[in-house]
């Protein structure tokens, strides 16, 4: 079981940014799908991004394509998201999930969770 660790939310004005990190001190992801979910208050987890460990291919929904972009480091072992010109509706805990298999948009297909960071977006 990967322990993961988010950190990097915060409150942000609309149109600003943020990056979001997520890493395991104990196990490489290396072998492993990463993605980034968010849930809002009163809704349902949402996906955000995704990306192949290895081959660094990504996936974005059309809310956030263009303005988020998820990323790695394999030598720091450490998922990131870039986050510009945020809006309101951005306001959510943000999750990061891993799974052993190609990368989805289903919540239900990801073994791993992080505890997720907040981040708030002023308007």
């Known amino acids: 079981q990967l322990q993961l660790v988010e950190s990097g939310g915060g409150l942000v004005q609309a149109g600003g940014s943020l990056r979001l990190s997520c890493t395991d001190s104990a196990h490489t992801l290396s072998p492993y799908s990463m993605a980034w979910f968010r849930q809002a208050p009163g809704k349902g987890r949402e996906f955000v991004a995704s990306i192949v460990w290895l081959d660094r291919q990504t996936q974005y929904p059309d809310s956030v394509r263009g303005r988020f972009t998820i990323s790695k480091d394999n030598a720091k072992n450490t998922l990131y998201l870039q986050m510009n010109s945020l809006e309101p509706e951005g306001t959510a805990v943000y999750f990061c999930?891993?799974?052993?298999?190609?990368?989805?948009?289903?919540?239900?297909?990801?073994?791993?969770w992080g505890q997720g960071t907040q981040v708030t977006v002023s308007s």
């Open positions: 999930a891993a799974r052993a298999g190609d990368t989805t948009d289903q919540t239900s297909a990801y073994e791993n």
